[in-house]
Each structure stands twice: as structure tokens, then as C-alpha cells.
């Protein structure tokens, strides 16, 4: 954006206790928003995150079925690097995962089970970044970014899916906040400079992914990456490097 309509990144909310983060693949959260993670376990307040996938089919050379628990150790490592003891897996199949009531369900769980007032999850949009010819967004993220921003109202439905009642998971309508992290129109932030060096661990933490990704040294890869994702932003965030959300409030 240009012009006279950049505004000012605001402040994420600070007043919550609890965090669900909802994605379809190991690494999206590390590349989309482990820094603020970082931050908020500092803080004290609990994050969990729930992947509708091992990730299983993400890497060339590797047959799924050694791939996916690979991924779910590396995933696993790298959660705990920014404070981040419980990770679940919905077990949708890693890239043709469909956007429906399914889905809509296994995350609607999810949220009951936590009970979380934010509600974290990754650009489900087109294309990452606004403007003609920017890069074209996966069917997995779109899915499960617009599933997970559904399954917070369906959460604090007791009709929608009664059959969660059934199992025990009474209504959440707790959800305060949606955030989605990557957005191309993100509204609020967070410093990343105190979570900055965790998220580049977090992130290292998925080296079998990386080392098949790049011929680059898998640190300075990771350093940059997010270098320049966390200083794009900060211009609008008072020159501090910035993990920025599109928020919705409900
Ligand atoms: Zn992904």
C-alpha cells in the first residue's frame, strides 16, 4: 500500500488468558506468527495449537507415511521452542484437504475442547499479498483458515453439531477475537523483536522441510525469511518489527 491509506497498526489485544491456533500444516504457524507466540507464553498465557494435517505430502522425496510422523516431531520441537506444550492433529489428508461441514466440525471441537477467547489462524485468502500478480495461496490454507474463522460461531452453537454434545463438548461462545496471521489487509500486530530469536528456532525446527526447500544455509534461510516478513510491516507499527493480524472481533 501507498499513499494516504496506510494506517497505523494497532496493538493486538492483551486481555485473554487462552489461544487456540488453528492451521493446516506443520511450519505455517512458524513461518506465519511464532514470534508473537513467543510473546505470549512470555506473558503467561497458554497457547495451543491444532494442525488438520501431518503435512505428510509436503516433502518430494519422502513417502508419505515416513514424511507425516517426521513432521509431527518436527512440529512438535518447534511448538515448544515458543512455549507451546499441546499440539493436536485433526488427521485431514495434507493437500486436498475440502473446505465443508466436516471440517467445520473437527475445528468446532477444537474449540470447545479449549475454550479459547483468540482464535489464531493463517491467510485464507487468494494470494498472499494484495495487487495484481501476487503469489497464488494453497486450497489447503483456504480452507482451513475459512473453516476455522466459521467453526468459532459453530463452536457456540448447541444445534450445529449436536453430535458434540453428545461426546461430551458443551458450547464455547467465548471466542473474543479471530486473527488471522499473513493476512494482506492486517489491522493489528505484535513486536516480534522479543519472540524474534525463538520464532528463528521455531521455524529451524522443521529441517527436514527446509533442507528439501532450499539449497540455501537453512539458518540464514530461516533468519532472513523472517528478517524481512517481521521489518515489512514495521513502518506502520512504529518501526518495530512487527507479526502482523487481520482481527475480527465478535
Ligand atoms: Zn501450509
Known sequence: MTGTDVTDLAEMPGDWQRALAVVAHPDDLEYGCAAAVAGWTDAGKEVVYVLATRGEAGIDTLAPDVCGPLREREQRDSAAV??????????????????GTG???????????????LVVTLNHRDTWGGGPGA????????AVGRATLDAAADAGNRWIFPELVEQGLEPWGGVRWLA?????TPTHAVDAGPGLDRAIRSLLCHRAYIEALTDEDPEQYVR?????????????????????FELFAR
Open 82 to 99: 515458543v512455549g507451546v506444550d499441546t499440539v493436536e492433529f485433526l488427521d485431514h489428508r495434507d493437500g486436498v484437504i475440502e473446505y
Open 103 to 117: 471440517l467445520r466440525r473437527d475445528i468446532a471441537a477444537a474449540i470447545r475442547r479449549h475454550r479459547p477467547e
Open 135 to 142: 503469489p497464488w495461496n494453497t486450497p489447503d490454507h483456504l
Open 180 to 184: 488471522v496471521a499473513a493476512s494482506s
Open 224 to 244: 532472513s525469511f523472517l528478517g524481512m516478513t517481521t521489518s515489512q510491516a514495521s513502518a506502520r507499527f512504529g518501526g518495530r518489527p512487527a507479526v502482523t
